[in-house]
């Protein structure tokens, strides 16, 4: 391929959607089937299609398609499979409120018409954010993009359905669930997020049921109190001995309850004495399993009182708590308030307080689908990364409750349960049957839908075919690794677990990748309502693709959050500016063609920029395996910008404009090797300008993300070392000269006093001690007899560099200028010790500013200790 030269400024406007469009036509991101090929699959999480591109989304779908850039230039048959999810809830309430604008509603719209409305919802949006990925060059196979309710997904979820009922593991029952009164449906466990909320403790006496004194309780939630049916006391507290099995008075409904004696109680809580509400309270529920007690529920799916709270009814919950309070207090069985922080659990999705109640519900029995799925990650068949996240992971599976998998929602899965009118059997299958055992075909099917985390649980393996044996489950299943965020850890990779074991026999994935959230600079969860959301498209617009994905990767940190701000993408484009100055420098001093790289015409600083290549092939490859891709980004930013840029391209300079042909020859070929390389190891994480620039360069044929991926070449430890010696020294002498603030344009004879068995590389790399070093001249010495009176030395291995005082700068006038600043230092410092010593101040200050008065002292005193230390330097 001949050299093309690059625009003077990259542009991404211009480059990247025209390289995604070839791309694309090109059928790069397909992963078609050879058998010759070892497959490496990633199923992309998929996003609600609700949902619309956040920098959540941004940085977990940077990280995978920088592994599967990766797997696809080392060889691998590489797919990644995209697609999107219904979203049940969040979808429904996003049509609700639609419907509402337009002064309707579901009900009044019916099922039928709904889904209707519904699917041209999804038409409308739901691709939406698959185009959103597409502008942060998601590399996803979209010809195989899934939908969790395509017709292939549906049947899965029937299939999975009815192998689980067939086995005794799904079961409908009165059970208590957590139900969110604002949507109308149940959750599962996963599904309620937990605040620390300020309360009370209200401390309520039950009257005995003879007349005496009865027994006080403590309570978080006085509104259930309508539906208590006992008084439960630890069986050791010696307290409430006289009363257990005794009966106390509930108080406003007046009726008989008895006092029992169950472990559950913390003789230690409150008065020691609960009250037991099975119909509103999960432990209250299992209490009253034990002792068989009566659940009487009293709010409705609203949230509002019902008809067994007798003068209540009606009254919403919020209501009914402040009126039952005045209430008690006016019957004088208040006995006190207290204070009190717990946690509270809200609907993930609208965020209201879930109520804990008594529904027919639908539930998957977990424990034996859980043991499994536990053993998988304590034999290591299954890692996650970081290992830290596995006892969460053992926490959570191992005190796993049933699922509740029913949600009184119309857009989902609809549960594949039908009943027959006329004998009253239920009949679960995959398909709808067209009658019943009894001859009848008065059919319904179950009004719910399922969770749609029961959908998403089977995504590694419904995507690619199951129930059917397709050539594509057989090749790409079990995946290799799944990116995520530990936010999903229990709602999804530990569902997906347990349905890829039970259904295939096989885990779903070898790795799983668990990120953190996107925060901000201050560490804050970005949010509508601190106003500090960032939008990842505003950034693509801006910054351009590359950018927002180096500024991502550069900040992972494997199970860790990161902190964003627009500073880091800025910082990433002047990355990619570098990059592309850098390819321009090298296009053009090149020809059309470049000669192969011939060793014998290598000098020292060929040899080390090999050597550092190959460090860099290996130290990339290994990190990306390992998933460090934020060490892998670091590690290239670092080498790129300073030593092939700032070094290797600055030695390279004189060459290029030398008169030996050859040695001109030989770094044109280096430097074009070194982009090549270079340029492969960081299309993972910045596609389309290493894309542009390799296919400017010449000797490039095809697309940079179909070529092979670098292997380590050879490596000169012995030049390495060397040359490793040699920058330190430049270093040394760049440091002093930006020290003494000698000018740029300005070169001083520089003296080496080498030991004699490094003299001769010292003597070799002189031109580049020249060049770099800013020096006039090099002149090697033998002893310090050479070096002038007044002197500044860089101490390096086996040589020490001097340059004369007086050649750096004038003596005199820098005194001044030193007398000057030590002068405005002492000002600065008497300044803020003023303040410092002010009581006043210390008083009302705010803490943070007197920290950073504290911090201005300690840095203006350190900075005037330097300047006398230097103007006592200059006066010997």
């Known amino acids: 391929m001949c050299a093309k030269q690059l625009a003077k400024v990259y542009n991404p406007k211009e480059v990247e959607q025209r390289l995604y469009d070839e791309w694309m036509e090109k059928g790069y991101f397909h992963a078609k089937i050879d058998k010759n090929k070892k497959p490496f699959t990633i199923v992309i999480p998929p996003p609600n299609i609700t949902g619309q591109l956040h920098m959540g989304h941004a940085l977990d779908n ?30 429904e309430v996003k049509i609700v409120d639609k419907l509402r604008e337009e002064g309707t509603s579901k009900e009044a719209l019916g099922r039928e018409k709904f889904l209707e409305r519904a699917w041209q919802w999804k038409e409308q949006y739901g691709g939406r954010i698959v185009e959103q990925l597409k502008k942060l060059g998601s590399s996803c196979d979209w010809a195989r993009e899934r939908f969790t309710m395509d017709e292939g997904c549906n049947r899965a979820v029937n299939e999975f359905f009815v192998r689980l009922y067939n086995k005794g593991l799904i079961y409908k029952g009165d059970r208590i669930i ?70 106390v008075i509930l108080p406003i409904m007046n009726r008989p309850i008895p006092v029992i004696a169950d472990d559950y109680v913390d003789a230690s809580f409150g008065t020691g004495a609960v009250k037991i509400t099975p119909a509103h309270d999960p432990n209250d529920f299992e209490v009253g399993e034990r002792h068989n007690l009566p659940v009487i529920r009293v709010m ?75 053993e998988a990650v304590k034999s290591g068949d299954i890692k996650l990364v970081p290992k830290r996240c596995e006892s969460i992971y053992f926490n959570w599976m191992e005190n796993i409750r049933d699922w509740c998998i029913s949600r009184q929602l119309w857009w989902g899965h609809r549960i594949p349960a039908y009943y027959c009118a006329d004998c009253g059997e239920m009949i679960v299958s995959v398909t709808a049957p067209e009658k019943c055992r009894c001859g009848s075909a008065n059919l319904s099917q179950d009004e719910d839908v399922l969770d749609t985390w029961f959908s998403s649980g089977l995504w590694p393996f419904s995507t690619l075919g199951w129930p059917d044996k397709t050539p594509d489950l057989e090749y790409f299943y079990p995946t290799n690794v799944l990116v995520t965020g530990y936010d999903i850890l229990f709602f999804w990779v530990a569902r997906m677990i347990m349905s890829g074991l039970e259904c295939m026999g096989e885990k779903p994935f070898e790795y799983v990748c668990i990120h953190g959230l996107v925060r901000d600079a201050q560490g804050r969860k970005m949010s509508k309502s601190l106003g500090n959301g960032i939008d990842p498209l505003e950034l693509i617009e801006e910054y351009g693709a590359d950018a927002l994905r180096f500024s991502l990767a550069a900040g992972v940190r494997i199970g860790g959050d990161l902190r964003f701000s627009t500073d880091k993408v800025l910082a990433a484009r002047n990355f990619a500016n570098k990059i592309w100055n850098a390819a321009r420098f090298v296009l053009m001093n090149t020809g059309d063609t470049v000669l192969p790289i011939d060793e014998n015409r290598l ?51 004189p060459r290029l404009t030398g008169e030996d042909e050859a040695d001109k020859q030989t770094a044109i070929s280096m430097l074009n090797h070194a982009l090549v390389v270079t340029m492969k190891l ?42 490793g010696n040699v920058m330190e020294v430049i270093r040394g002498i760049r440091n002093i000269r930006a020290e003494m603030n000698v000018p740029a344009g300005k070169t001083v004879p520089v003296r080496i006093l080498a030991a004699p068995e490094a003299k001769a590389d010292y003597e070799m790399c002189a031109k580049y001690i020249e060049r770099l070093g800013m020096a006039s001249s090099v002149e090697f010495i033998e002893d310090k007899s050479a ?90």
């Open 603 to 653: 000098d020292i600083a060929d040899k080390w920029m090999l050597s550092r290549l190959a460090d860099m092939t290996e130290d990339i490859t290994s990190l990306i395996d390992k998933f460090e891709l934020g060490l892998a980004a670091q590690k290239l930013h670092d080498f790129l910008w300073s030593e092939l840029c700032d070094w290797y391209i600055g030695m390279a300079k």
């Open 178 to 247: 957590n139900w969110c009164p604002e949507c109308e449906t149940a959750l599962s466990d996963a599904e309620v997020e937990y605040v620390e909320e300020a309360s009370h403790l209200w401390y309520i006496r039950y009257p005995a049921e003879d007349g005496g004194e009865g027994i006080v309780v403590a309570t978080t939630r006085p509104e259930t109190m309508l539906g208590d049916t006992a008084v439960a006391v630890n069986p050791g507290d010696k307290r409430y001995q006289h009363l257990i099995g005794k009966n």
């Open 787 to 876: 070096v002038p009176e007044k002197a500044v030395s860089v101490i390096g291995v086996g040589a020490e560099a001097f340059m004369a005082l007086g050649d750096l700068i004038d003596i005199e006038k820098e005194l001044a200028r030193l007398d000057a600043e030590v002068a405005r230092l002492e000002n600065e410092v008497k300044r803020v010790e003023g303040k410092l010593n002010n009581p006043g101040f210390i008083a009302k200050a705010p803490e943070k500013v007197v920290q950073d008065e504290r911090a201005k002292l300690a840095k203006y005193t350190e900075m005037l200790d330097a300047v006398r230390r230097r103007r006592a330097e200059l006066s010997k």
């Open 300 to 374: 409705d799916d609203r949230g509002v009182i019902n008809e067994n709270g007798g003068k209540y009814a009606g009254v919403s919950r919020e209501d009914a708590r402040a009126q039952i309070v005045d209430e008690l207090k006016q019957l004088g069985l208040l006995v006190k308030i207290e204070d009190h922080n717990h946690n509270v659990g809200h609907c993930y999705r609208c965020d209201t307080t879930v109520e804990p109640l008594v529904s027919k519900q639908w539930f998957v029995s977990m424990k034996s689908l859980a043991e499994p799925a536990i």
């Open 62 to 91: 940077m990280m995978q398609d920088a592994i599967i850039r990766t797997k696809r230039m080392q060889g691998y048959c590489a797919l990644w499979l995209p697609g999107t999810d219904h979203a049940s809830i969040a979808t």
């Open 682 to 723: 960081l299309h993972p994480f910045m596609p389309f300008i290493t894309e542009e620039i390799y296919q400017s360069l010449p000797g490039t044929e095809g697309s940079i993300m179909v070529s092979p991926w670098p292997v380590p070449g050879k490596r000169y430890e012995t030049e390495e070392k060397m040359m």
